[in-house]
Protein backbone atom coordinates (compact mmCIF):
# COMPACT_ATOMS: atom_id res chain seq x y z
CA UNK A 1 0.00 0.00 0.00
CA UNK A 2 1.69 3.47 -1.07
CA UNK A 3 1.97 6.09 1.34
CA UNK A 4 -0.29 8.79 0.63
CA UNK A 5 -0.44 10.79 3.39
CA UNK A 6 -0.01 14.30 2.27
CA UNK A 7 -3.28 13.68 -0.14
CA UNK A 8 -6.37 15.59 0.67
CA UNK A 9 -8.74 13.02 2.57
CA UNK A 10 -12.58 12.96 2.27
CA UNK A 11 -14.03 12.67 5.12
CA UNK A 12 -17.63 13.64 4.49
CA UNK A 13 -18.91 9.85 3.00
CA UNK A 14 -16.84 8.35 5.65
CA UNK A 15 -18.83 9.96 8.06
CA UNK A 16 -21.82 9.03 6.43
CA UNK A 17 -20.82 5.69 6.77
CA UNK A 18 -19.72 6.17 9.82
CA UNK A 19 -23.63 7.26 11.02
CA UNK A 20 -25.03 3.60 9.89
CA UNK A 21 -22.69 1.87 11.31
CA UNK A 22 -23.65 3.15 14.43
CA UNK A 23 -26.84 3.19 13.99
CA UNK A 24 -27.24 -0.54 12.23
CA UNK A 25 -29.70 -1.93 14.84
CA UNK A 26 -32.27 0.74 13.59
CA UNK A 27 -31.58 0.21 9.77
CA UNK A 28 -34.89 -1.12 9.19
CA UNK A 29 -36.06 2.02 11.38
CA UNK A 30 -34.23 4.65 9.96
CA UNK A 31 -33.58 6.69 6.34
CA UNK A 32 -30.79 8.18 5.50
CA UNK A 33 -29.82 10.63 2.99
CA UNK A 34 -26.71 11.95 2.40
CA UNK A 35 -25.52 15.61 1.28
CA UNK A 36 -29.24 16.11 0.93
CA UNK A 37 -30.27 19.48 -0.93
CA UNK A 38 -32.68 21.38 1.59
CA UNK A 39 -34.08 23.72 -1.51
CA UNK A 40 -33.23 24.80 -5.39
CA UNK A 41 -30.29 26.61 -4.07
CA UNK A 42 -26.73 25.03 -3.09
CA UNK A 43 -28.21 24.35 0.79
CA UNK A 44 -26.83 20.95 1.40
CA UNK A 45 -27.32 19.19 5.23
CA UNK A 46 -24.35 16.48 5.66
CA UNK A 47 -26.78 13.54 6.57
CA UNK A 48 -30.27 13.23 6.96
CA UNK A 49 -31.61 10.55 8.98
CA UNK A 50 -35.48 10.13 8.89
CA UNK A 51 -37.29 7.79 11.21
CA UNK A 52 -39.40 5.26 8.65
CA UNK A 53 -42.24 5.21 11.89
CA UNK A 54 -43.21 7.74 14.43
CA UNK A 55 -42.81 6.54 17.87
CA UNK A 56 -39.91 4.89 17.69
CA UNK A 57 -37.09 5.03 20.21
CA UNK A 58 -33.59 5.11 19.53
CA UNK A 59 -31.55 3.73 22.23
CA UNK A 60 -28.21 4.39 20.73
CA UNK A 61 -26.04 6.99 22.83
CA UNK A 62 -26.26 9.39 19.43
CA UNK A 63 -29.50 8.93 18.36
CA UNK A 64 -31.55 9.34 22.02
CA UNK A 65 -32.51 12.86 20.87
CA UNK A 66 -33.40 11.86 17.56
CA UNK A 67 -36.92 13.18 16.36
CA UNK A 68 -38.61 11.87 12.59
CA UNK A 69 -36.78 14.16 10.79
CA UNK A 70 -32.46 14.62 12.03
CA UNK A 71 -30.07 16.75 10.59
CA UNK A 72 -26.34 15.69 10.89
CA UNK A 73 -23.47 18.05 10.32
CA UNK A 74 -20.12 17.06 10.26
CA UNK A 75 -16.58 18.88 10.30
CA UNK A 76 -13.38 16.27 10.27
CA UNK A 77 -10.37 16.51 12.19
CA UNK A 78 -8.97 19.95 10.55
CA UNK A 79 -12.65 21.96 10.52
CA UNK A 80 -13.56 23.79 13.91
CA UNK A 81 -17.05 24.02 14.78
CA UNK A 82 -17.98 27.70 14.82
CA UNK A 83 -20.96 29.75 15.89
CA UNK A 84 -21.41 30.71 12.06
CA UNK A 85 -21.76 26.92 11.52
CA UNK A 86 -24.26 26.57 14.50
CA UNK A 87 -26.17 29.40 13.56
CA UNK A 88 -26.61 28.07 9.49
CA UNK A 89 -27.35 24.59 10.41
CA UNK A 90 -30.60 26.26 12.87
CA UNK A 91 -31.32 28.27 9.54
CA UNK A 92 -31.26 24.49 8.07
CA UNK A 93 -33.97 23.10 10.11
CA UNK A 94 -36.56 26.11 9.79
CA UNK A 95 -35.94 25.40 5.96
CA UNK A 96 -36.28 22.20 6.05
CA UNK A 97 -39.38 22.50 7.44
CA UNK A 98 -40.84 25.45 5.52
CA UNK A 99 -40.61 23.53 2.64
CA UNK A 100 -41.36 19.68 4.21
CA UNK A 101 -44.84 19.01 5.70
CA UNK A 102 -43.16 18.33 9.28
CA UNK A 103 -43.40 20.24 12.50
CA UNK A 104 -40.25 22.12 14.18
CA UNK A 105 -41.04 19.91 16.99
CA UNK A 106 -40.01 17.20 15.06
CA UNK A 107 -36.74 17.82 13.98
CA UNK A 108 -33.68 17.44 15.79
CA UNK A 109 -29.95 18.66 15.15
CA UNK A 110 -26.34 16.89 15.43
CA UNK A 111 -22.75 18.63 15.34
CA UNK A 112 -20.11 15.84 14.87
CA UNK A 113 -16.56 16.88 15.24
CA UNK A 114 -13.03 16.04 16.54
CA UNK A 115 -11.98 19.82 18.26
CA UNK A 116 -13.52 20.70 21.04
CA UNK A 117 -15.53 23.76 20.27
CA UNK A 118 -14.72 26.06 23.39
CA UNK A 119 -15.87 29.40 21.81
CA UNK A 120 -18.94 27.98 20.42
CA UNK A 121 -19.72 26.33 24.21
CA UNK A 122 -19.10 29.71 25.51
CA UNK A 123 -21.48 31.61 23.06
CA UNK A 124 -23.81 29.65 23.74
CA UNK A 125 -23.71 29.37 27.58
CA UNK A 126 -23.19 33.42 28.41
CA UNK A 127 -23.98 34.69 25.12
CA UNK A 128 -27.46 32.52 24.32
CA UNK A 129 -28.15 31.54 27.92
CA UNK A 130 -28.28 28.17 26.99
CA UNK A 131 -27.69 25.45 29.28
CA UNK A 132 -24.76 22.38 28.31
CA UNK A 133 -25.18 19.17 29.65
CA UNK A 134 -23.21 15.92 29.21
CA UNK A 135 -25.30 12.44 29.14
CA UNK A 136 -21.78 10.82 28.80
CA UNK A 137 -17.85 11.30 27.46
CA UNK A 138 -18.03 13.28 24.24
CA UNK A 139 -21.46 13.81 24.14
CA UNK A 140 -23.43 17.10 25.07
CA UNK A 141 -26.76 18.36 24.77
CA UNK A 142 -27.46 22.13 24.26
CA UNK A 143 -30.80 22.89 26.37
CA UNK A 144 -32.83 26.37 25.23
CA UNK A 145 -32.61 26.43 21.25
CA UNK A 146 -35.71 25.68 18.90
CA UNK A 147 -34.49 22.46 18.75
CA UNK A 148 -33.04 19.31 20.33
CA UNK A 149 -29.52 20.00 19.67
CA UNK A 150 -26.53 17.87 20.56
CA UNK A 151 -22.84 17.65 20.27
CA UNK A 152 -20.60 14.87 19.58
CA UNK A 153 -17.03 15.06 20.02
CA UNK A 154 -15.56 12.25 18.59
CA UNK A 155 -12.23 11.87 19.84
CA UNK A 156 -14.27 11.88 23.48
CA UNK A 157 -16.49 9.19 22.70
CA UNK A 158 -16.27 5.76 23.43
CA UNK A 159 -14.02 3.38 21.94
CA UNK A 160 -16.55 0.57 22.97
CA UNK A 161 -20.02 2.31 21.48
CA UNK A 162 -18.94 4.56 18.90
CA UNK A 163 -15.65 3.25 17.40
CA UNK A 164 -16.58 3.89 14.00
CA UNK A 165 -17.46 8.11 14.70
CA UNK A 166 -14.44 7.89 17.08
CA UNK A 167 -11.37 6.35 14.78
CA UNK A 168 -12.38 8.75 11.95
CA UNK A 169 -9.52 10.53 11.77
CA UNK A 170 -5.85 10.49 10.66
CA UNK A 171 -3.85 9.79 13.72
CA UNK A 172 -4.55 6.10 14.43
CA UNK A 173 -2.33 3.86 16.17
CA UNK A 174 -2.33 0.23 15.15
CA UNK A 175 -4.65 -0.98 18.47
CA UNK A 176 -7.29 1.18 17.27
CA UNK A 177 -6.71 0.68 13.34
CA UNK A 178 -7.06 -2.74 13.92
CA UNK A 179 -9.70 -2.57 16.31
CA UNK A 180 -11.96 -0.45 13.82
CA UNK A 181 -11.33 -2.79 10.72
CA UNK A 182 -12.91 -5.87 12.74
CA UNK A 183 -15.47 -4.14 14.25
CA UNK A 184 -16.44 -3.51 10.20
CA UNK A 185 -15.53 -6.97 9.40
CA UNK A 186 -17.98 -7.91 12.57
CA UNK A 187 -21.17 -5.86 11.27
CA UNK A 188 -20.63 -5.83 7.17
CA UNK A 189 -17.79 -7.87 6.43
CA UNK A 190 -16.04 -6.56 3.24
CA UNK A 191 -17.38 -4.88 0.20
CA UNK A 192 -16.13 -3.61 -2.93
CA UNK A 193 -15.20 0.12 -2.97
CA UNK A 194 -15.77 0.74 0.20
CA UNK A 195 -15.61 4.47 1.34
CA UNK A 196 -14.89 3.92 5.56
CA UNK A 197 -11.71 1.62 4.95
CA UNK A 198 -10.68 3.64 2.26
CA UNK A 199 -10.61 6.60 3.74
CA UNK A 200 -8.84 5.42 6.83
CA UNK A 201 -6.22 4.02 4.99
CA UNK A 202 -5.47 6.99 3.03
CA UNK A 203 -5.83 9.27 6.46
CA UNK A 204 -3.11 6.51 8.15
CA UNK A 205 -1.06 4.63 5.68
CA UNK A 206 1.96 3.77 7.51
CA UNK A 207 -0.26 2.56 10.31
CA UNK A 208 -2.46 0.38 8.01
CA UNK A 209 0.72 -0.98 6.34
CA UNK A 210 1.98 -1.93 9.78
CA UNK A 211 -1.27 -3.71 10.65
CA UNK A 212 -0.81 -5.83 7.17
CA UNK A 213 2.13 -7.20 8.84
CA UNK A 214 0.32 -8.29 12.22
CA UNK A 215 -2.38 -9.93 10.81
CA UNK A 216 -3.76 -13.48 9.64
CA UNK A 217 -3.58 -14.30 5.66
CA UNK A 218 -7.19 -13.94 5.06
CA UNK A 219 -7.95 -11.12 6.80
CA UNK A 220 -5.02 -9.06 5.33
CA UNK A 221 -6.30 -10.38 1.81
CA UNK A 222 -9.73 -8.92 2.15
CA UNK A 223 -8.82 -5.39 3.28
CA UNK A 224 -6.12 -5.08 0.39
CA UNK A 225 -9.48 -6.67 -1.81
CA UNK A 226 -11.42 -3.79 -0.27
CA UNK A 227 -8.99 -1.06 -0.83
CA UNK A 228 -7.90 -1.87 -4.01
CA UNK A 229 -11.56 -1.89 -5.61
CA UNK A 230 -11.78 1.72 -4.63
CA UNK A 231 -8.47 2.60 -5.93
CA UNK A 232 -8.87 5.87 -8.56
CA UNK A 233 -13.14 5.11 -8.31
CA UNK A 234 -13.74 6.87 -5.24
CA UNK A 235 -10.97 9.84 -5.77
CA UNK A 236 -12.58 10.83 -8.79
CA UNK A 237 -15.57 10.80 -7.70
CA UNK A 238 -14.90 12.83 -4.68
CA UNK A 239 -12.76 15.59 -6.99
CA UNK A 240 -16.26 16.06 -9.44
CA UNK A 241 -17.99 16.54 -6.53
CA UNK A 242 -15.20 19.24 -5.53
CA UNK A 243 -15.97 20.87 -9.32
CA UNK A 244 -19.32 20.57 -8.53
CA UNK A 245 -19.98 22.46 -5.51
CA UNK A 246 -16.56 24.62 -6.83
CA UNK A 247 -19.22 25.44 -10.24
CA UNK A 248 -21.99 26.12 -7.43
CA UNK A 249 -19.99 28.53 -5.75
CA UNK A 250 -18.95 30.19 -8.86
CA UNK A 251 -22.51 30.53 -9.75
CA UNK A 252 -23.82 31.88 -6.72
CA UNK A 253 -21.02 34.58 -6.20
CA UNK A 254 -21.51 35.74 -9.98
CA UNK A 255 -25.36 36.09 -9.40
CA UNK A 256 -24.83 38.70 -6.53
CA UNK A 257 -22.28 40.44 -9.01
CA UNK A 258 -24.45 40.83 -11.39
CA UNK A 259 -27.27 42.11 -9.18
CA UNK A 260 -24.73 44.74 -8.13
CA UNK A 261 -24.06 45.85 -11.44
CA UNK A 262 -20.13 44.51 -12.20
CA UNK A 263 -19.39 44.33 -15.73
CA UNK A 264 -19.36 40.44 -17.12
CA UNK A 265 -15.66 40.44 -18.04
CA UNK A 266 -14.70 41.11 -14.57
CA UNK A 267 -17.41 38.80 -13.57
CA UNK A 268 -15.88 36.05 -15.87
CA UNK A 269 -12.26 37.14 -14.25
CA UNK A 270 -13.38 36.32 -10.83
CA UNK A 271 -14.82 33.16 -11.45
CA UNK A 272 -14.14 29.84 -13.81
CA UNK A 273 -17.06 30.62 -15.24
CA UNK A 274 -17.67 31.09 -19.55
CA UNK A 275 -19.12 34.48 -20.54
CA UNK A 276 -22.01 32.10 -22.30
CA UNK A 277 -22.44 30.76 -18.27
CA UNK A 278 -22.71 34.23 -17.27
CA UNK A 279 -24.81 35.86 -19.36
CA UNK A 280 -27.27 32.78 -18.30
CA UNK A 281 -27.95 33.18 -15.15
Request: with cysteine; glycine share 2%; charged share 35%.
Amino acid sequence: MEARGKDKVYWHEAFYEAIQLELHQYLDVLTFINEHPLSKEALIIDVLVIKKKQGIDIDKNIGKIFRDINLLEFKSETDSLTVRDYNKVIAYGYLYASFAPVHISDISITFACTIYPRDLLDYLENDRRFKVTYSEDGICYIHGDTFPIQILESKRMSTEKNVFLKNLRSNLDITEAERTVKAYKALKGFESRNVYLDRLAKANPDIFKEMMKLIDAEFRELIVMTIAETEGILDERDKQRDRQRDKQRDKEMAKRLKQNDVPLNIIVNSTKLSLEEVEAL
